[in-house]
C-alpha cells in the first residue's frame, strides 16, 4: 500500500455530493416532507445523541445483532467441524443444508413467530438461522482443509484427541472461520433491523418505521445513517479482532 | 449405502417423524402443520393459482431491481474501473455507502414511493448493486492491458472500445457477480414482503400465518425453498457454461 496521501479529489467529491443534496433540499425540489437536507438530517442526529433518546434503541439493536451472531457462530463451528473432518456426516447433511441454504431468511420469521410469538427469542432464532450460513460454509472448508502434514505431527507428538483439536485443528481453521463470521455479521445485522420492522421490537429498525410513519424525515434519515455506522462499526472490530487473532500467520 | 442416498436420510426421516409424532397428537397441530395438510394446502394454492401469482410478483420484482443494479452497477462500475484516478476520488463515499444495510431503506423507500412493486425493487436494486459494482471494477481491471492498447491502437470509439474489448474480456468475472447478485435479489424481495409490502410470496406467507394457516404457511416456505434453490442452480450452470466462467465457486 502507498503511504496516504491526502486525497483531495475524493474529499472534493464528498463535498460536491452534501452540496447538491444541500441544494436540492433547499429548493425543494422534492418535498421536504420526504428528503431532509443533510444539515437538517445531521443536527437530528446530534440532536439526539446529546438528549439520549439516540442510545437505548442502539443498544437494543446491537445486543439483538450479537445475540444471534454469537449463536449462529457456535452452531456454524460445530457443525462445519463436523462434516469438515467426517465424511459420513458430509454425505448424510450437506443434501439437506444445501437445500435450506438458498432460502431467504426472512422467509421463517412467519415460522418462528408461531413458535416463539413476538419476542425477542423469536429474533434470535431468525438471526441464528439466517447468519448461520457463512459461518458454516467456512468452517467446513476450513475443517476439511487442514494440512496432511500437521495432524502427523499431533500423531507423532502423542496428542490426545483434545489436545489436537485445541492446539492444531482449530487454529489451523481460524482463518477461514474469522472471515465466515464477519460476513455473518453483516447479515445478523440485517435480520435484527427485519425483526423489529416486523415485530415491534425495540431498536433502530422499529425507530426508523416510526419515523417514516410520523412523517419525521430527519428522523428517519438520521437513523438510516446510524445504521451505516453501526455496520461499519460491527465490520471494523472483526477486521481488527482478525488481524490480532491471526497475527501468527507470516502473511 | 451409496452416498447419493444417505442425503435423503435425514430429510425423509424428518418427514416420517413429523407426519407421526402429529397424528399421535405429540406436536401441536396450530403450530406445526402436519406433511399430509402441508401437500394438500400447497396443491390447492397451485390449483387456484394464488401460489404462483405471488411467486411472480416476488421474482418479477427480484428481476426489477436486479435489472436496475446492472445497468448502474457496470456502467459505473466499468468507469471506475477503467479509471483508477475516478476510483479513488468515489472510493471513500462508497464505502460509506456500502455498510448501510439494504433494508434500513425499506422505510425510505417507502415514503418515496409507496407500497408496491418500486418499493421493493429499488430496496432490492441497492442490496444488488455492491457485488455487481465490485465484481465489474476488479473484472475491468483484470482485463490484459494489451488489449486495451489494441483498442487505441485501432483508435476505436468508446461505444466500439465497449463493445468489442471491454464487455467481452470482462463477462466472464461479471457473470460471477451477477450470480451473486440474484441469489441476494430473491432474498431481498422476500423479505421486503416479509416486513411490509402487501404482495408477493412473503406476504402471502406472513397472512397465512397471521390467520393460523400454518399448513398453507408451510407449503409455500417448502414452495420458496425449491424455487431458490432451482434460481441457484440455473445460474450457477449459466456462470459455468459462460467462457471464462469454468473456475466460478460453487
Known amino acids: ?251 | 449405502m451409496p452416498g447419493w442416498l444417505k442425503g435423503w436420510v435425514l430429510p425423509v426421516l424428518l418427514f416420517i417423524g413429523w407426519e407421526a409424532g402429529s397424528r399421535a397428537g405429540w406436536l401441536p397441530l396450530d403450530s406445526t402443520s402436519r406433511p399430509s395438510l402441508v401437500y394438500k394446502a400447497g396443491l390447492d394454492g397451485f390449483k387456484d393459482g394464488s401460489i404462483l401469482q405471488a411467486t411472480w410478483q416476488t421474482l418479477e420484482a427480484a428481476m426489477l431491481g436486479l435489472a436496475l443494479a446492472t445497468v448502474t452497477g457496470v456502467a459505473i462500475g466499468i468507469m471506475l474501473g477503467l479509471s483508477s484516478r475516478m476510483e479513488s476520488a468515489t472510493r471513500p463515499t462508497l464505502d460509506a455507502l456500502r455498510p448501510i444495510p439494504s433494508v434500513a431503506l425499506i422505510p425510505l423507500a417507502l415514503m418515496l414511493f409507496g407500497f408496491g412493486l418500486m418499493l421493493e425493487a429499488t430496496v432490492v436494486a441497492f442490496a444488488c448493486f455492491w457485488p455487481i459494482l465490485l465484481m465489474t471494477i476488479a473484472a475491468v481491471r483484470g482485463i490484459e492491458p494489451r488489449l486495451l492498447e489494441v483498442a487505441r491502437t485501432l483508435e476505436l470509439g468508446t461505444f466500439e472500445r465497449l463493445k468489442k474489448i471491454i464487455l467481452p474480456a470482462a463477462l466472464g468475472r461479471l457473470m460471477i457477480g451477477l450470480r451473486l447478485a440474484v441469489a441476494i435479489s430473491l432474498v431481498v424481495a422476500v423479505t421486503v414482503e416479509v416486513v411490509i409490502n402487501p404482495r408477493g410470496l412473503g406476504s402471502t406467507m406472513m397472512a397465512a400465518q397471521q390467520s393460523l394457516r400454518s399448513d398453507v404457511m408451510y407449503a409455500q416456505l417448502v414452495w420458496l425453498g425449491l424455487v431458490g434453490w432451482l434460481l441457484n442452480a440455473l445460474t450457477h450452470r449459466a456462470v459455468r457454461a459462460w467462457p471464462g466462467g469454468e473456475g466460478a465457486p460453487a
Open chain 1, 1 to 251: 500500500m502507498k503511504a496516504r496521501k491526502f486525497n483531495f479529489e475524493a474529499v472534493l467529491f464528498v463535498v460536491g455530493l452534501l452540496v447538491c443534496w444541500q441544494l436540492f433540499a433547499e429548493f425543494k425540489l422534492i418535498s421536504p416532507i420526504f428528503f431532509p437536507s443533510p444539515a437538517k438530517t445531521l443536527t437530528t442526529l446530534y440532536e439526539r445523541a446529546a438528549d439520549g433518546s439516540l442510545w437505548p434503541p442502539l443498544a437494543n439493536t446491537t445486543v439483538r445483532m450479537i445475540y444471534g451472531w454469537v449463536f449462529a457462530c457456535v452452531c456454524g463451528m460445530v457443525l462445519g467441524l463436523l462434516i469438515g473432518i467426517s465424511r459420513n456426516a458430509r454425505e448424510y447433511l450437506e443434501p439437506s443444508l444445501e437445500f435450506l441454504r438458498p432460502l431467504p431468511a426472512s422467509a421463517i420469521i412467519p415460522v418462528a413467530i408461531l413458535f416463539f410469538g413476538l419476542s425477542d427469542s423469536m429474533s434470535t432464532a431468525v438471526i441464528a438461522f439466517g447468519s448461520v450460513w457463512p459461518v458454516l460454509l467456512a468452517s467446513i472448508h476450513g475443517f476439511a482443509q487442514i494440512e496432511p502434514r500437521l495432524l502427523e505431527v499431533a500423531a507423532s507428538l502423542r496428542l490426545t484427541r483434545a489436545q489436537t483439536l485445541w492446539k492444531i485443528v482449530i487454529p489451523a481453521a481460524m482463518p477461514d472461520v474469522l472471515a465466515g463470521a464477519r460476513v455473518s455479521l453483516s447479515i445478523a445485522l440485517i435480520l435484527a433491523i427485519v425483526t423489529e420492522m416486523q415485530a415491534s421490537l425495540p431498536g433502530l429498525g422499529q425507530d426508523i418505521l416510526l419515523a417514516q410513519r410520523s412523517f419525521k424525515s430527519a428522523q428517519l434519515y438520521a437513523g438510516v445513517v446510524m445504521l451505516g455506522l453501526l455496520g461499519f462499526a460491527a465490520n471494523a472490530s472483526l477486521v481488527w479482532a482478525e488481524r490480532r487473532l491471526l497475527r501468527w500467520r507470516p502473511n
